[in-house]
């Protein structure tokens, strides 16, 4: 009978949750117990709710603490480190591990990042790659050291992506990638049949945090690079243009070099088409949200509205 391996699993979000459902189907692996975020308020009634992988836990049997902090809190760790696991896996759990946790397991600590790491080390990878115009991304399984997603490298997969793919798009592609890296390069690497690799610190770049400023829509920039940037921020916190001093959210659009030839901001009206004008090419405008509104496709949104060919979209300096 093969040896079977006890994982302490960290994460909080449906990416996580994925990951978690994958090592619960391996024979191979055995989890001992579940780490994630505490309940948080959610919904227009802001009702406390558990994290998705607490859910997945909870309906299995598993035993599951949700600390404000693995570190501080009183008693924490020790209760997982007597789990006595192997391995401890981590993926978007959301905080800082101390590095007497990363030496609690003979295995290590192993972190699934969404990123082809040393690309995009950092916390918004899949907006930042998008945002950057990647036309390969991936995931990469790392052992986890004190310096930000510097670990070694287990095992990665790559994936080809087009230039209308958005981030909530790629978010399931890469789950879905990661699976293969826990169900075949995590058992590897405990098997001892690969070596890890270290990262070429060359070739860092980073994915900060994305500020809720970044939002609003600068249309003295390309038309590719607005492009990008609503297909980046589709998964969170979205895009905007604003327009008679009201915000519209901006969900889907389109490059068009071809397009009329258009000032920056200025707005032109063919038929049931919308453009705006921007430094370089015309960034057509597919779906949107005017204040207040549903989302709705431009066709709709230009019946019976004020938006004529010749008017402006705001740009950051000419706010009031």
Partial sequence: MSKKWRVV???TPQFAEICLQQILKNPSLDVVGVVTQPDRPAGRKLELTPSPVKLLAVSKGLKVLT???????PGVLDEILSWKADIAVVVAFGQILSQRFLDGFPFGAVNV???LLPRWRGAAPIQRSIE??????????QKMVKELDAGDVIGERSVTIDSQINSLQLHDLLAAESCHLLDQDLLKYL???????AQDSSQVTYASKIDKAESLLDWKQPA???HNKVRAFTWGPGTYTVYQGKKIKIHQTRCRFDGPSLQVGQVQVQGSELFVGT???VLEILELQPESKKRMKTQEFLTGNTLRSGDFFETPENRT
């Fill in 9 to 11: 699993f960290l994460g």
């Fill in 67 to 73: 600390p404000q902090s693995v570190n501080r809190d």
């Fill in 113 to 115: 990042h969404a990123s």
């Fill in 132 to 141: 950057a115009g990647d036309t390969i991304t991936g995931v990469a399984l």
């Fill in 191 to 197: 098997q001892g049949e690969v070596k890890p690799w």
């Fill in 224 to 226: 590719l690079k607005l």
């Fill in 279 to 281: 430094s370089e090419g």
